[in-house]
Structure formats: C-alpha cells, structure tokens
C-alpha cells in the first residue's frame, strides 16, 4: 500500500456520515468550489463545499444538500447555510 486512503473509502465514509445525519461544520470563510459527486455503486450524491479561509487556505468539507443549496460560489460561510 502507497499510505493513501483509496477514494473509495472517502466517500464511503462521507456517506455513512450523511446516514447518521451528522456533518461537522467546516471553518468559516468564502465558498469558491461547489461539488456534488455520484456514486453509482450507492446510487447516491455526496455534496462538498470548499472555502477560501481568511489566512488564505482552502479547505473542503462535506455538507448536507441544504447548505450545498444555500452556498452559492461567492457567499460566506457559515452564514449563507443559516439562511
């Protein structure tokens, strides 16, 4: 094994986390990615947000679809999933 964790496994484990319904909250920031992948081996949708923080870095986090939807490209986070 190279150390890396197979994609796969990500998003294994980002599913498992939508099914017990808990997502911890990403840094605050600026949204300037949105994505939405497909699985068609669960027949289901993994939505990711990435943010551009305030020392510059970006940073990406899995989101529920309702924040997925209120976070357009441009909007801060956390404030734009409240609304």
């Not at 840094?27 to 699985?39: H, L």
């Amino acid at each position: 094994m190279n150390g890396r964790v197979p994609p796969l496994a990500v998003l294994a484990a980002a599913l498992t986390a939508l099914a017990v319904g808990y997502l911890p909250q990403g840094p605050p920031g600026v949204v300037v990615e949105r994505t939405n992948a497909w699985s068609p081996a669960t027949k289901s949708r993994a939505y990711s947000l990435t943010v551009r923080t305030a020392n510059g870095e970006r940073k990406t986090f899995q989101v529920p679809v309702s924040d997925y939807d209120r976070c357009t490209r441009g909007a801060p986070y956390p404030n734009c999933a409240k609304d």
